[in-house]
């Protein structure tokens, strides 16, 4: 089968791979002439795992192409994906001008062979129904085509895995025909098919996004209490999440979720609520608690820091990615640098994304020891496997007072102790 995909970030640039190496030959329209050539050339731009082996692959084999031209892509096109953003405005409602640029540019460009136009960005519920009505507009007379939501359920930082081993498939659509062409592009996969109508398809995102959110603000909610209580979250929430009705995935207590997704699907479902005279305000607990993970935690800092030297590790807003969209890091260090603190950075894939927003204003290491040689505490923001099973006693040395603030739980209390460091982690 021959495929487009327009946009070329952690969704787009993951399918295209996953699918050409299926044996389809898939097409990528992007627009930047500088980002294109450097895909062309095997270089991935983000940082995925495994995702630049997959490319180079894939372009080698002569199934994949990176294209600014609509024409040559779609011409040629059974299956159109739509994968760009959809980021937040100001007051939490979806950004959609990009997909609707994108739907009309399609449109203009449909052939007269029947196209399925599906939609893997995240929109609100109604979103589709206006792509279908933009490419009706602007398409030829002739050209036969059918809308289509096709979520994505990836996360950053085992994208692949994900998009191989899917929980779920969703395809909405009113078009048998399209169902039955996706079903087909998708017959590799052993995942649960789910097909359901446009709108459906469109809400299952954001309730799967924003039920994960809740699961973590939740867990923070319960990390305060553990904090004026004396309580240990993590034993808490162990034995929580033995009850087979709950579970303990993403019941994370830190510093906050942040990353492309969670944030602003919440913000998007609330003001999608507030449209619809829904009453949104557990959605908007879940945002509370969440910045007040963040604030409690630069709370702590403030109250109990041994002098205005600090390290960071762990930039990104996870591990695996070098994605600092939304990532608390990005709030500490703001609000740090504001009281005059001294900022020593590392991180083993976002240092060029943070340097693009604090340029020289904080320094940037090669490696853990060097963030932490000469500075009066350490601050964990991102649980790196690098980080876990550290040399505790070399990084004691090489403080000048053994304090660390641990935003992601990921050494043992006692154990810390014991070695004499200050500890201050989460909820224990």
């Known amino acids: 089968m021959t495929l487009t995909i327009v946009g070329h970030g952690y969704v787009g640039l993951v399918s295209a791979c996953v699918f050409a190496d299926f044996g389809n030959e898939v097409y990528v329209i992007g627009r930047n002439k500088e980002k294109i050539n450097r895909l062309k050339n095997g270089d991935p731009i983000i940082f995925e795992p495994g995702l630049k082996e997959l490319l180079e692959k894939n372009l080698k084999a002569g199934r994949l192409h990176f294209t600014l031209d609509y ?180 019941m994370n207590p830190g510093v906050g979720y942040g990353g492309s997704c969670l944030p602003k699907d919440v913000l998007a479902l609330i003001d999608t609520g507030k449209k619809l005279n829904i009453d949104t305000s557990l959605l908007e607990a879940v945002d509370k608690v969440n910045y007040q993970a963040k604030k409690n935690f630069l709370e702590k800092i403030l109250k109990n820091h041994q002098g205005k030297k600090i390290a960071i590790w762990g930039l990104s807003f996870k591990p695996n990615t070098d994605d600092i969209r939304f990532a608390p890091s990005i709030f500490i260090i703001e609000n740090l640098l504001k009281h005059d603190f001294k900022i020593k950075v590392f991180d083993p894939e976002a240092m060029r994304n943070i340097k693009k927003i604090f340029g020289e204003k904080i320094e940037y290491a090669s490696n853990p020891y060097e963030a932490a040689k000469g500075t009066d505490q350490l601050i964990i923001l991102t649980e790196w496997n690098e980080f876990k099973q550290i040399d505790l006693k070399k990084l004691k040395k090489i403080l000048k007072k053994p304090v660390i603030f641990d935003g992601r739980n990921i050494y043992d209390p006692l154990l810390l102790k014991n070695l004499g460091f200050k500890y201050f982690s989460v909820g224990r």
Do not use: M, W
């Open 71 to 250: 024409q040559e892509a779609i011409h040629k096109s059974e299956v159109v994906f739509i994968t760009v953003g959809t980021p937040p405005k100001d007051n939490g409602e979806a950004d959609l001008s990009s997909v609707f640029q994108v739907a009309e540019n399609i449109a203009k460009n449909l052939s007269n062979h029947f196209t399925v136009v599906s939609c893997k960005s995240t929109v609100p519920v109604g979103t589709n129904q206006k792509v279908e009505e933009i490419i009706k507009k602007y398409a030829s007379k002739k050209a036969q085509f059918a809308v289509a939501s096709c979520p994505e359920f990836l996360r950053e930082g085992s994208a692949i895995f994900d998009t191989l081993n899917a929980d779920r498939i969703v395809i909405g659509s009113s078009s048998k025909k399209a169902i039955e062409i996706l079903l087909k592009l998708h017959q590799p996969f052993s995942s649960k098919k789910i097909i359901t109508d446009l709108a459906s398809a469109e809400l299952i995102k954001y309730a799967s996004n924003a039920i994960l959110a809740t699961k973590i603000s939740f867990s923070n909610l319960i990390a305060f209490y553990c904090e004026k209580t004396g309580a240990d979250v993590e034993k808490v929430l162990d034995a929580v999440g033995l009850d087979k009705r709950i579970g303990r995935i993403f």
